[in-house]
């Protein structure tokens, strides 16, 4: 079904709008403080499928379903264990994702048939009341088509969504601009699945023993299931110039310690004089006007072997 996809200003009556619409079991774009979310009623197996749909997603990718309260955590969940309670006291409503033990309540294609559920508590402030209004979660992906960059205004979703979901939400530039951090959730430790909002040394704040799963840092064959969106799938692929840079062989060895004394993870890479680094650089939620970099180093790729 082709709509004509409308922006609309996130004042009580649209929202009420809106989650008329959720229950119905429509799509509708929802502002949160990191990307701007395609929401569907997490409960519902085929108002999930037009999410597929609409993104043209892979269905064994989870998606994240999103809560305005702590009441609403039980019917998602067989257990909350200690470590997600603290970490819930102190990271939500925030960019921080956790995955958990699903209850029977959330459907398999909710999960990406999996047993878990990853569930997050939006801070913004429109995309809680519209969960609120609905009365139940909310599970939404970044709304843009799989493999697009996430949409950070109403303007973006527009333009991927345009004639594939009836309603997009307003609620101004998202504060963030990157997608939360998604963690597994133990009784006695966390491991990172997707880098984003709450940094690592953040999380450790908070609990001592945090992991790096090896679909953080290595890429993931195509048939291996993964419990967290972003770990498999082409993600943020933006249509962006691209700038060539060179140096002497003692600006390059200064560049890559610079780089090494500030990393956020230590990958056991390193580079030599000659090698070829692709920098990207997004920006973070920490330090004003600060910058996130992402350094890889060009590899020879084996014939026959997919993985570099």
Known sequence: MAFHTIIVPPDTE????????????????IPTETVYGLAADAYNPDAIKKIFLAKGRPQDNPLIVHIDSMEMLPELVVAIPDT???????FWPGPLTMILPKSDRVPMVTTGNLDT???????????????HTCGFPLAAPSANLS????????EHVKKDMDGRIPFIINGGECEIGVESTVIAVYDNHVRLLRPGGITVSMLRSCVDNVEI?????HMIANDVQVSSP???YKHYAPKAKVIILEGSREEFADYVSACQARALYDTGISAKYG???LTLSTC?????????LVIAKKTKQNRGNKNP
Do not use: F, W
Not at 147 to 154: E, L, M, Q, W
Not at 213 to 217: F, I, K, R, S, Y
Not at 284 to 292: A, F
């Open 84 to 90: 997600a309670r603290r970490l819930a006291e102190k």
């Open 275 to 277: 090698d070829k680094l």
């Open 14 to 29: 649209q929202i009420k709008k809106a989650a008329v619409l959720l229950q119905a079991g429509e799509v509708v774009g």
């Open 230 to 232: 972003g770990m498999k």
């Open 213 to 217: 799963d090896n679909g953080v840092l």
């Open 284 to 292: 973070d939620n920490i330090t004003d006007n600060g910058r996130l």
């Open 147 to 154: 493999g697009s960059p996430s949409p950070t205004t109403a």
């Open 117 to 131: 559920v990853a569930i997050r508590m939006p801070s913004h402030p429109v995309a809680r009341q519209i969960i």
